[in-house]
């Protein structure tokens, strides 16, 4: 989909095409109000400017809409292709991760989110030990930093993914 697409596309049509970036409902629709882009980086912009406005139950959505690290889930391409750590993950790792997002889960009430996109399972998995520790109030804050930072890498696949 080219830039040009995306600014065309009516309002419901662009909503729903946000959503692959995001799955907070009010992001996508705010997104689809802001059209037109004149670039990826002004998209971007105006992607975190709306994402830092929103607030718990928006971010919660969102996190919401992403499978747990190491998990399959269909229809997730975005999110196994951010995961191609895991592919080289160890029985132990994998058992770790596991066991520690069901913990964090628990503990927070939502899953780890983590921009995975170049970081390998025991990567993930300090992240993780290291996170689960937080208050909550500062681990929702970088959770919320984390998806913003999937969501900026996602908008530039959407621009390279077919229309």
């Known amino acids: 989909m080219t830039l040009d697409e995306l600014n065309r596309l009516d309002s419901s049509a662009a909503a729903s095409t946000f959503m692959r970036c995001c799955g907070a409902t009010a992001w996508a629709a705010a997104m689809a109000a802001a059209r037109p882009?004149?670039?990826?980086?002004?998209?971007?912009?105006?992607?975190?400017?709306?994402?830092?406005?929103?607030?718990?139950?928006?971010?919660?959505?969102?996190?919401?809409?992403?499978?747990?690290?190491?998990?399959?889930?269909?229809?997730?391409?975005?999110?196994?292709?951010?995961?191609?750590?895991?592919?080289?993950?160890?029985?132990?790792?994998?058992?770790?991760?596991?066991?520690?997002?069901?913990?964090?889960?628990?503990?927070?009430?939502?899953?780890?989110?983590?921009?995975?996109?170049?970081?390998?399972?025991?990567?993930?998995?300090?992240?993780?030990?290291?996170?689960?520790t937080n208050d909550p109030d500062r681990e929702l804050a970088i959770a919320a930093e984390e998806q913003r930072r999937i969501t900026a890498l996602r908008l530039a696949k959407l621009l390279d993914a077919p229309a």
């Open 37 to 132: 882009f004149r670039s990826l980086d002004a998209m971007r912009e105006r992607a975190g400017e709306i994402w830092a406005s929103l607030g718990r139950r928006d971010w919660l959505e969102a996190f919401a809409a992403h499978p747990k690290i190491g998990e399959r889930r269909a229809g997730a391409a975005w999110s196994t292709a951010e995961q191609s750590g895991m592919a080289s993950a160890t029985d132990d790792v994998t058992t770790g991760l596991a066991a520690r997002n069901r913990e964090y889960e628990r503990r927070f009430g939502y899953i780890f989110i983590v921009c995975a996109t170049g970081r390998s399972a025991g990567e993930m998995l300090a992240l993780l030990d290291a996170r689960i």
